[in-house]
């Protein structure tokens, strides 16, 4: 029965990476469709019905393509490092909670920490191994901008584990059948959202892959199937991070047809701000995180912590 078990899991798990590799292929078309009609275009229209196949297309062409290796690149970290960041996107999906067959986190919240600071190392590993100054030099303003954001991330995050006093992501809907979490901190969970943004390496804070100065940044010197794994890890994390807002901020897992419109409507949001902002300058972006961001994240920890000992 055990055995039965563990297949059963291994099997839940690989049809969860097939969704989200799925999920990923449509979330890059819903975008490139959004910024076509925000720009007055019409964004891929030829492959398939309406243009529905062009992610698959490009996979494939992606997957098929030559890829290059330059000669002063350290050549196993520079090979390796778009796997393990692929990996690490994948293993964080591990923690969405499920009612049955598949692994419940009692810890799930420290996991999911854990998994994003070691996504940190991909990107600066990627930069540096490529031995190109532009690479390197996105390298080390993701590996910057993503440790800066890391903490007040984490802060918000313990203002609402105060509030349950769990770290499991199913308690979230056990605590936000009466009233949403987001209208309870509407402050937090907007600081949350932008700092997601500058998590996953997205306009308005998308300095690692800066084109206008550092000609694609930390991944300039990948191509092919190298390059379609960074691609699919950030894409992979936004649509992790939405998933995450919406468990925490609106209302938690349900297995109903509104936990998937509210999923949509936040990765719509993160589409929406790349088509509408422009790049911020890198020292406002710094001052955002640590002098906006941080003693925001702190007056409501410490707000949310007397408020749960006035209640105990």
Known sequence: MFIIDIYMILIGLLILIVGILVGVAFLVLFERKILGYIQFRKGPNKVGLVGILQSFSDAIKLFTKESTYPNFSNYLSYYFSPIISFILSL??????????????????????????????????IAGWSSNSNYALLGGLRAVAQTISYEVSLALILMSSIILIMDFNLMSFSLYQNIIWFVLMMIPLSLCWMSSSLAETNRTPFDFAEGESELVSGFNIEYSGGGFALIFLAEYSSILFMSLLYVLIYLGGFNLSIMFYIKLSLISFLFIWVRGTLPRYRYDKLMYLAWKGYLPISLNFLLFFLGFKIILM
């Not at 999906?93 to 996504?119: A, D, E, H, K, Q």
């Open 91 to 124: 293993i964080i999906w591990l923690l969405i909670p499920y009612y049955f067959n598949l692994i419940s986190f009692n810890l799930g919240l420290l996991f999911f920490l854990c998994v994003t600071s070691m996504g940190v190392y991909t990107v600066m």
